[in-house]
Every structure is written in C-alpha cells, then in structure tokens.
C-alpha cells in the first residue's frame, strides 16, 4: 500500500515528530524551522508545548493556504511537475540553486547537495513530485491560522522581503500572524527565501539572542 496524502497532515507528521523525539529520549528542545517545517513546528507547538523550549521560524508557517489565489489542484499539479522536472548536469543543478539564493559561496555548493538527487544522469530536487503534492493537500487542509490562538505568544518569526512582487500577500498573512497568535516578526532586508542562507548572521544573532 502506497502512503496517502494523509500521512503527510500536520498533526499526523507532528505525532511521528514527538514519536522520534521520544524514542531518541529527548526531554525538551530548541525548535529551529524553515519554510514547510515551521507549518509542522507549530502543529507540533500546540500538540506538546512542554517539548519546545524556544522557537524560532524562517520564513514559513504563516502562509495560509486560504488566502492564496490557487485552488489545491493547481499548486498540486505545479509542485508535481516541478519536482519531477530535471537537469542533466551538477552545473545546471546549481544554476537552480544559485537562482534561489543570493551572495553564492563554496559553502553553499557543500549544501546545495542536499537538496539534490541523482538518478544515472539526471539531477532532481530531493523530494519527488508525489511527495510534494501530499504536503501541498495537507498545507491547504491544516492551516496555521486556525491554531494561532492555542500557539506560546511571541514566537519569533523571521520573514523574506524577496521578491518584491509579494509584499502585499507578505505582509497581510504576516499581521495575521502578529494579531492572532500574537507572534513577533521581523522582515529580514533583501533576503530570499532561503533567507538563513542569505544571511546567516541574522539567524545565529537571534538563537543567541534568544536560547544563549
């Protein structure tokens, strides 16, 4: 049997979360997340906040699904095909990572093999595109805001401001966040999504700032 969208839920990833952290007897930690694993940091948050000492988010977990301008079967449909698209070379794969990120570096090619897979000689994104559907299904079912009020306040929130284009969306799903869970954010100067990336002396100021 093949796994169904609904494994990839908010709360179902969350209690596999807490299973793992368990089974590795972890007490209590520090939550560092970015993107589609702040989504899942905050289901996580409001399920077992005794586990969660300190959070902080990067770019993600407060863009709700419902105030997109995509139906599910769109973005679905553009995620499978983009993740299931390839490149022929490690150049070419790099040039995509590159177009994602600012201020390219050595050390930023060390990481960009992460986000890769090789199959013969062709270069994918890491996750394949069936995968990829499941988490937008489960993005557009479980959001965010709906958990915001039952959510720690003051949970550290740093935000992309590139590309321009989505300032508007930005910064409305951003107040969102700030009034109903009542969460701090701070949009990070030319920064991409890959913001930690971009710069990492943002990231490292605010967990000694905060965890030290």
């Known amino acids: 049997m093949g796994t169904k969208y609904e494994d990839y839920e908010m709360p179902k990833i969350a209690s596999w979360l807490y299973q793992v952290i368990n089974k590795l007897e972890v007490k209590e930690f520090y939550f560092l997340s970015h993107s589609w694993g ?72 060390i990481a960009a093999k992460d986000l890769s897979l090789q199959v013969k000689d062709r270069y994918y994104w890491h996750a394949r595109g069936e995968t990829a559907g499941h988490i937008i299904r489960a993005m557009h079912k479980d959001e965010p805001e709906d958990i915001y009020p039952f959510l720690p306040k003051k949970i550290i929130l740093l935000g992309a401001t590139l590309p321009h284009s989505r300032d508007t969306s930005r910064r409305k799903l951003a107040s969102l966040f700030e009034e109903k869970a009542q969460g701090i954010i701070k949009f990070i100067p030319e920064t991409t999504h890959l913001l930690h990336w971009d710069k990492p002396e943002v990231v490292i100021k605010e967990i000694r700032h905060r965890w030290k």
């Open 38 to 109: 702040s989504f899942v940091s905050l289901f996580f948050i409001k399920d077992y906040p005794d586990k969660v000492k300190g959070t902080i988010l990067i770019d993600g977990g407060y863009q709700g699904k419902r105030h997109g301008e995509q139906s599910v079967d769109e973005e679905v449909a553009y995620y499978e095909n983009d993740f299931e698209d390839y490149v022929e070379t490690w150049e070419q794969f790099l040039e995509l990572v590159n177009s994602e990120t600012l201020n390219w570096t050595p050390l930023k090619e």
